[in-house]
């Protein structure tokens, strides 16, 4: 089944920075990948995603790259503030008749002021 | 409020007891799914429904056990519990197998 590895675990920034917070997946049949932004005791909530026609989404502070021959893809915060700091899961759609979402462990990014 | 709506909000219970959990999709939406995040771990998938059929299962115990009723809304029943099922136990729904995927805000088990 399919794999999603994240990375780095934890991440800590100065405000104003960038942050880049790395996935790869193992099923090359996946399709959708989206990240979601995990606060403190909240449920998580997408953030943005992108599918595998296209290589790269931007929202406003917020973009997605992806390489469907390497399988991994990435997610890019500029202008980091402190209301960034969170737990950010990537995650991969499988395929093949039983469709979900796989998450990665989650990166716990801190934007410190 | 995303339109998922999970209960209750929080349950404490004891060793060996048997609890249920409920979630109510998002108007429109056929497919549930049930996610586990223990402390400072991931989402794991439990198990997924859709249109009121079992669809896919993930690491899901046998003392756990889920359904989707014919109103959509779904249960997850666990039993025999143990103090490691302490957890965050999340539903999402999505209009159909795969993207669009909206979270509840989670029901907060705990074991004692």
């Known amino acids: 089944g399919e794999n999603v590895e994240q990375h780095p675990s934890t991440l800590s920034v100065q405000e104003g920075d960038s942050a880049v917070i790395k996935c790869t997946y193992s099923d090359s049949a996946s399709n959708y990948f989206p990240w979601y932004k995990q606060e403190l005791g909240k449920r998580p909530q997408l953030i943005i995603d992108?599918?595998?026609?296209?290589g790269e989404k931007k929202d406003q502070r917020i973009a997605v790259t992806l390489n469907k021959t390497a399988k991994h893809f990435s997610l890019h915060i500029t202008e980091t503030q402190p209301e960034d700091s969170a737990v950010y899961f990537c995650?991969?759609?499988?395929?093949?008749?039983?469709?979900?979402?796989?998450f990665g462990k989650g990166t716990k990014l801190t934007v410190n002021p | 409020d995303s339109g998922v709506t999970q209960t209750p909000k929080h349950l404490i219970t004891a060793t060996g007891q048997r609890v249920t959990l409920r979630c109510s999709p998002r108007?429109?939406?056929?497919?549930v799914y049930w996610y586990q995040q223990s402390l400072d771990q991931g989402l794991q998938f439990l198990i997924q429904?859709?249109?009121?059929?079992?669809?896919a299962k993930g690491n899901i115990l046998e003392r756990f056990s889920a359904q989707q009723f014919p109103d959509l809304h779904s249960e997850l029943n666990l039993s025999s519990l143990e103090l490691g099922d302490s957890a965050l136990y999340f539903c999402?729904?999505?209009?159909?197998?795969?993207?669009?995927?909206?979270f509840g805000s989670g029901t907060r088990l705990t074991v004692v």
């Open positions: 108007s429109g939406d056929l497919s």
């Open positions: 992108i599918r595998s026609n296209v």
């Open positions: 429904y859709y249109n009121g059929e079992e669809r």
């Open positions: 999402a729904s999505s209009p159909g197998p795969g993207p669009g995927y909206t």
């Open positions: 995650a991969a759609l499988t395929q093949g008749g039983s469709e979900k979402l796989v």
